[in-house]
């Protein structure tokens, strides 16, 4: 229920025209009816305290920002609509910006292994 809370506040702020005058444009659009189906479809997809793409454990409390979930367009061309959405820590949704979510993967991959070699 919080994170259906928070979710309706993450939509009434990306709807309100204060937001969109101060956001730069990326001509993004919500695509859905309204608040209610946007917050069904983000239930549907919360089945997880994991972030989708690097399988950390999301702070639904608010305690570390950057790993508070985040609504993430899995291809970014694409706009805020069903199928093309994953929840994902909001670093990593900075991280990734407007990259192509393969390539994404693959650098996220090779920071993986870098490290992994550094500590052994």
């Known amino acids: 229920m919080l994170l259906r809370?928070?979710?309706r506040w993450q939509y009434k702020r990306s709807t309100?025209?204060?937001w969109k005058e101060s956001a730069p444009p990326k001509n993004k659009e919500l695509r859905f009816a309204s608040?209610?189906?946007l917050g069904d479809h983000l239930d549907a997809l919360w089945t997880s305290d994991y972030c989708r793409l690097s399988g950390l454990l999301l702070d639904t409390s608010g305690t570390d920002?950057?790993?508070t979930p985040s609504l993430n367009r899995i291809d970014s061309a694409k706009h805020y609509e069903p199928g093309?959405?994953?929840v994902?820590?909001?670093f990593e949704n900075r991280w990734k910006s407007d990259d192509d979510e393969s390539d994404f993967?693959?650098?996220l991959g090779l920071l993986r292994a870098q490290h992994m070699e550094v500590i052994g």
Do not use: E, F, Y
Request: hydrophobic fraction near 50%; glycine fraction near 0%; avoid cysteine.
């Open 5 to 7: 809370t928070w979710w």
């Open 16 to 18: 309100s025209q204060a």
């Open 35 to 37: 608040p209610a189906d």
């Open 65 to 67: 920002p950057d790993l």
């Open 84 to 86: 093309n959405l994953q």
């Open 88 to 90: 994902v820590a909001r």
């Open 105 to 107: 993967l693959r650098l």
